[in-house]
């Protein structure tokens, strides 16, 4: 099954993706596959997950003029697609939602997941905890003593939290200590990935259940407007909240999509192509090639690698990306923040800030759509620190 590292199978090949994974993990991913493609296009299956992202996760979310924002960058009209009014506060939960309904579909009745500074351990103890799922989140020991309050929390959630000590005790090291555990327990046992990473058919699955963005903000777009956006602009970590936000335009030639990365992790700018963690894409890497550390303000784009399909968009020329320095995204963080009344994420605080670049340079007859990938309770207490610094 891995032999097919497709995107969108009848389109252009791409030499991004795959399934580069020792042979107990071949045969589970195969299994993944076949149950996602049997289920994806399940009219039953759809209106469940329909179901639960309207009355859980609070779907669909506006589509919401920045007006005071437009008016004063003096260009294009600008867009907020609304992922922080989610629950748990960012567009993670969409992806998590599907793949938990996914599991069960499979009979798994346990779902274990990796995280990294913690928002993806909390989506997914969050959604177990509603669809009575046992849930184990493997995290590096150093993100353990660094996020202490999101430990905290997925075990309110009734989650298993596993500090893992192996190698560096970082994100890394807890995928693998997930992969081992899905080898010895994959017949009761789901792995859900956090972001449109991983081997195939990781990707075309996270791919899948956040395209609910594109297809909303799209249909809005023409209510609202009567015609597509100009430019999508989404911030890029790992690349789900971006692909969900570009799916439904890949075709729209006319839009431009535009993912706006962290200048200290600009892995679609700065990357080479190699394997890591059993898949083929752009990564950030040292002479030697191994995977460099990255470090940022914003943990959600704190990730070496990316998604293999903007990859592949950035190869073909359909999607633009871009970088934007720390001092950029502190200044839209707080420019959002005043303007309209709205704290945004640091990650997605991103992609404003390329957008506050971009718009005085159109026209006002323009129309910017930006994903507003989650909220900034989070990052409050950072920023104030980095503020006074
Ligand atoms: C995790 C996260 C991101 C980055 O992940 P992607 O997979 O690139 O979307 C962006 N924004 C927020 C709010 C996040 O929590």
Do not use: W
Not at 66 to 92: C, Q, V
Not at 145 to 172: D, H, Y
Not at 263 to 283: D, M, R
Not at 368 to 386: M, P, Q, T
């Amino acid at each position: 099954m891995c032999r097919n590292n497709l995107r969108r199978p009848k389109k252009k090949v791409s030499e991004f993706g795959g399934c580069f994974v020792p042979e107990p993990l071949n045969t589970v991913l195969a299994r993944l596959e076949e149950a996602f493609l049997e289920y994806k296009d399940d009219v039953a299956f759809i209106q469940e997950n329909n179901y639960y992202l309207k009355e859980y996760v609070g779907r669909e979310n506006p589509l919401t003029y920045a007006e005071r924002l437009t008016k004063k960058l003096g260009g294009a009209r600008i867009f907020l697609k609304r992922e922080d009014l989610n629950h748990t506060g960012a567009h993670k939960i969409n992806n998590v939602v599907g793949q938990i309904l996914l599991a069960k579909k499979m009979g798994a009745h346990r779902v274990i997941a990796e995280t990294g500074a913690g928002q993806h351990g909390v989506a997914t103890a969050t959604a177990c905890a509603m669809m009575n799922m046992d849930c184990t989140i493997y995290m590096g020991k150093e993100d353990v003593r660094r996020q202490e309050l999101n430990v905290f929390r997925m075990e309110l959630l009734g989650a298993e939290v596993i500090s893992v000590n192996k190698g560096g005790g970082r994100l890394k090291d807890a995928v693998d200590e997930a992969l081992t555990d899905l080898i010895e327990n994959y017949e009761s046992t789901f792995y859900l990935i956090g972001s449109a990473v991983g081997p195939h058919p990781y990707p075309t699955i996270v791919h899948y259940f956040q395209s609910v963005i594109s297809k909303e903000s799209k249909r809005q777009v023409l209510e609202k407007e009567g015609r597509l956006p100009d430019a999508v602009v989404a911030c890029v970590g790992g690349g789900s909240n971006a692909i969900g936000a570009f799916s439904a335009y890949l075709d729209d030639k006319e839009v431009r999509l535009i993912g706006a990365e962290p200048i200290e992790a600009a892995t679609l700018t700065q990357g080479k192509p190699a394997v890591l963690h059993g898949f083929n894409s752009l990564c950030l890497q040292d002479e030697e090639g191994n995977p460099l550390p990255t470090e940022l303000i914003a943990a959600g784009l704190d990730y070496p690698g990316i998604g293999p399909e903007h990859s592949h968009l950035k190869t073909s020329g359909r999607a633009e990306y871009v970088t934007v320095t720390k001092k950029e995204v502190l200044d839209s963080f707080q420019e959002l923040s005043r303007t309209e009344g709205i704290i945004p994420a640091l990650e997605s605080a991103h992609a404003i800030a390329h957008v506050i670049k971009l718009a005085p340079s159109l026209n006002r007859d323009k129309i910017i759509v930006v994903n507003l990938s989650g909220r900034g309770d989070k990052d409050v207490a950072e920023v104030k620190r980095l503020l006074e610094q």
